[in-house]
Nanobody, 120 residues
């Protein structure tokens, strides 16, 4: 059993900044990759940023240069620093992780999501 819990969502003005965090807990042997997705009303869920065990990252084109993903393996936590926020960034943001459990089963897990709203 693995649980992910996001925090840091909220309301911010355009041009402002917000930092999201997501902590994984449970029967964790290792976390292979962590990332953030988002889904706005009427749109498909899209990958925002992803970070793998070797530190390689990838970003949605529209957030490159504005968002930064990082992870703290000791805390089983992934972060998303969001700067220069735009109204188009408004969405529910979901944390995801590829986790190998202590039972040596590997699977993807999802958090419940946190709302980010950027006002104009």
């Amino acid at each position: 059993q693995v649980q992910l819990v996001e925090s840091g969502g909220g309301l911010v003005q355009a041009g402002g900044s917000l930092s999201l965090s997501c902590a994984a807990s449970g029967s964790i042997f290792s976390i292979n990759a962590m990332g953030w997705y988002r889904q706005a009303p009427g749109k498909q869920r899209e990958l925002v940023a992803h970070i793998r065990g070797g530190g390689n990252t990838n970003y949605l084109d529209s957030v490159k240069g504005r968002f930064t993903i990082s992870r703290d393996d000791a805390k089983n936590t992934v972060y998303l620093q969001m700067n220069s926020l735009k109204p188009e960034d408004t969405a529910v943001y979901y944390c995801t992780a590829e986790v190998t459990t202590k039972a040596l089963r590997t699977a993807n897990y999802w958090g419940p999501g946190t709302q980010v709203t950027v006002s104009s």
